[in-house]
């Protein structure tokens, strides 16, 4: 069992660091950046950790907002991943400054025993999860192929150790017509506008014979300029949803049929472009979340119990991607923001406010008291190493 020497340990470190964390939390919420912009979320991210001695490799994958910051040299490989992109026009809805600044507590808090267990911490900056994939970019670039397991957190509005996500792939559909006067030669025009409808229409009916946990919801982001022009160009933007891969490829195939459709009836040419790889479903590795789930107890929070985590619902995430992969949980702390939930306004307030601060240091103690349990338990130590070796032998 592990010591209550390194327990208490990296606790005291969070404690200690605590303003510092907090600090870094409201200064991500202060200034939100969107997918792929995240500069200066990404440069105060590094920057605790920069001065801790970690060695911070910006630019990771090839992503101009990604950086993976490591720590110490042992075998066991421990991967913390931050997020720090925010939403348009409502910022931290979604609170990734939580998850930033505990990410960065947890790395700086497992450094202090990092030579004791046996660990490299490696501290992942991962842009874009909002929109982007970042993490599944990473992914398929190597970033993560030496880690044995990666741990996260995310805030909303109760606590779940083992918390589930939904499959997400998104598609911009963009039909091309021919323009027109409306009134002195309408016959001569080719409606692109036209086709979105014939596509949504399609789409409403498609809506009664979904299987259970499918999902699909979209927006017409182009739809014409003038009233009294045909519109030669409209383009849809919509995202389908599914509770795992597998499902969400046959999803996939009936909204393509309904998108078609759209361009068949009208005689509109039509192009599908995918922006951003598909999220696979969140794969809590179940020893790991049981210990999360004491680490949340501990601490005085009511995690949800196991028999109902399931059912609870959830958006979707590019850790999903990583846990398919390799070991990794996605624990969700709760923050008190008045019956709101994630990606609305008053979320943003709470997730800069007294209860996100609280968040950023239970979650930062929470995740590094569960990499000590795991660095010290021999049998899941030896568990995921030996995971990683069978990864590296494919």
Sequence with gaps: MPTNTALDCVEDAVRRRGGDLVELSHAIHAEPELAFAEHLSCAKTQALVAERGFEVTGGAGGLDTAFRADFGSGPLVVGICAEYDALPEIGHACGHNIIAASAVGTALALAEVADELGLTVALVGTPAEEAGGGKALLLQAGTFDDVAAAVMLHPGPADIAAARSLALSEVVVDYSGKESHAAVAPHLGINAADAITVAQVAIGVLRQQLAPGQLVHGIVTSGGQAVNVIPGRATLQYAMRAHEIDSLRELEGRMYA?????????????????????????????????????????????????????????????????????????????????????????????????????????????????????????????????????????
């Design 258 to 394: 309904c998108f078609a459709a759209g361009a068949l009836a009208t005689g509109c040419q039509y192009e599908i472009d995918t922006p951003s790889p598909a999220y696979a479903e969140l794969r809590p590795d179940r020893w790991l979340a049981d210990i999360c789930r004491e680490e949340m107890r501990r601490l005085g929070r009511e995690p949800v119990a196991p028999a109902f985590e399931a059912a609870l619902p959830m958006g979707s995430t590019d850790m999903g991607n990583v846990t398919q992969v390799l070991p990794g949980i996605h624990p969700i702390i709760g923050v008190e923001a008045g019956g709101a939930t994630v990606h609305q306004r008053a979320f943003t307030a709470a997730a800069g406010g007294p209860s996100g601060d609280r968040a950023v240091l239970d979650g930062a103690v929470m995740l590094a008291r569960t990499v000590v349990h795991l660095a010290q338990d021999r049998a899941e130590r030896d568990r995921v190493m030996a995971e990683l070796e069978r990864r590296g032998a494919r």
